[in-house]
């Protein structure tokens, strides 16, 4: 190799080196190249995700108040019945029995009664007139035995004879009317007779309710979720036999995290899902939370309504997966929540709203405090201090966690879509939801 060319050598070296520093000076003086958000605006929407299961709002079981043996039972457990129908039929041939020789002992007693209303007072309103007939014979017969003895015609054993024939007819007399006026409609015979009546009439009555006994129905529309009788079985009082759970609007109960109740509202829209028909969602909103918490579990027990008619496939106790909306933005300024800067140690946020980001301007990092909004479990809603357009750094991108406020940085642009989160509530997994339920949860 000659001399020259061994010259051209080593100056282009040092020309490549010369090179090489420069643009690692030109890179230093630059910054460090950061990857940046661009703010936006993009609907945000906040969630929570728990079990819930299916609930009646009322269930209860069926069983028979006189001991006795089955005869029917007409119904098997997943039946839907009507009020009034008869579930469980008892042998009732001695009760039948009963009611008629009661039924008939009414109709003795219905019949006695008109015979004091009819042919009774007939009767005695006759003898009634046949005694006062007598009465005025006799009392004729004492004034002229009277005036013959005074005559000297008769004797004084004649006048006594006379007035005892006038004494025994009025007695007579006197008991007539007594039975006249007790066979009158206030009377004693007619009430006698009203009051034995009414006595047959209990004992219908009595007989009835004892055969009604025998024929177990059903209180409500409802439907039959456990049988536990067979025909032939000797039943007793105090067993339950059926077991129902009664029509009504189907309601969700689901036990929810007390840290997650500011979250909570009546009539919040909620997305429902069953493990075994993950493609079969329905709608739900909020109906109720409870005014106490469960202080062993820390849960509050949250009720929801169903928006439309209940699917087929629900069942009582099935469990499922709820998605509530909590919060809903549809055109919000949203930062993803490791733009966030961590707050130094020890210290304390001035306001439970505001933090810290860092922001480029012009070609240097600034530190900008904003005030937040809705949050969710990767985004948040910033409310003041950051435009659109504005370029906020990433923490998680490169080295900028050890950026300083005012340092040099170049910025690079990445893309970045606000997505739920993949977590969900009360320690659940997000795939027990189904893949179509997404599971953001807030704060």
């Not at 041939?93 to 007693?109: M, N, T, V």
């Not at 004494?167 to 008991?175: E, G, K, R, T, Y």
């Amino acid at each position: 190799m000659t001399t020259t060319r061994r010259y051209a050598l080593w100056l282009l070296g040092a020309v490549l080196l010369l090179a090489g520093l420069l643009v690692a000076g030109v890179a230093w003086w630059r910054g460090p190249q950061v990857e940046v958000i661009e703010m936006r605006r993009a609907p945000l929407v906040r969630t929570l995700q728990f079990s819930a299961r299916v609930a009646t709002l009322s269930r209860v079981d069926i069983g028979s108040t006189v001991t006795g043996r089955v005869d029917q039972v007409r119904v098997r457990e997943g039946d839907v019945v009507q009020a009034g129908d008869v579930l469980v039929q008892l042998e009732d041939a001695e009760l039948r029995a009963a009611l008629a020789q009661a039924e008939a002992a009414a109709q003795q007693a219905a019949a006695a009664l008109a015979g004091r209303r009819g042919s009774g007072r007939t009767a005695v309103q006759a003898t009634l007139a046949q005694t006062e007939a007598t009465q005025r014979a006799a009392s004729a017969a004492l004034l002229r035995a009277q005036q013959l003895v005074a005559q000297g015609f008769y004797s004084a054993a004649q006048l006594d004879d006379a007035r005892r024939a006038a004494a025994v007819a009025d007695a007579q007399a006197l008991s007539a009317r007594a039975q006249v006026q007790a066979s009158q409609e206030a009377g004693t015979d007619v009430a006698q007779a009203q009051a034995q009546l009414e006595v047959a009439r209990a004992a219908v009555g009595a007989a009835r309710a004892r055969l009604a006994q025998a024929h177990l129905r059903a209180p409500l529309d409802a439907r039959v979720l456990v049988r536990a009788v067979e025909p032939g079985q000797i039943v007793q009082p105090g067993k339950a036999l059926l077991s129902l759970a009664l029509a009504g609007p189907t309601q969700l109960v689901a036990q929810v995290d007390e840290r997650f109740l500011d979250q909570l509202r009546p009539d919040q829209n909620a997305a429902v899902v069953a493990d075994a028909f993950p493609d079969r969602r329905f709608a739900a909103r909020v109906l109720s939370l409870a005014p106490a918490v469960d202080a062993q579990r820390g849960a509050i027990e949250v009720k929801f309504a169903l928006t439309g008619a209940p699917p087929a496939f629900l069942r009582e106790d099935m469990t499922l997966s709820v998605e509530v909306q909590t919060g809903r933005r549809d055109a919000a300024l949203v930062l993803p929540q490791s733009a966030l800067r961590a707050l130094a140690a020890g210290s304390v946020p001035t306001a439970q709203d505001v933090r810290d980001v860092l922001v480029v301007q012009g070609s240097r990092a600034e530190l900008r405090s904003v005030r937040l909004g809705l949050h969710t479990l990767g985004a948040v809603e910033v409310l003041d201090g950051l435009a659109e357009g504005d370029q906020v750094l990433q923490r998680s991108a490169g080295k900028e966690g050890a950026l300083r406020p005012g340092q040099r940085v170049r910025a690079r642009p990445v893309a970045w879509t606000p997505a739920a989160g993949a977590n969900a509530g009360n320690g659940a997994r997000a795939e027990d939801a189904g893949s179509a339920m997404s599971n953001a949860m807030g704060r």
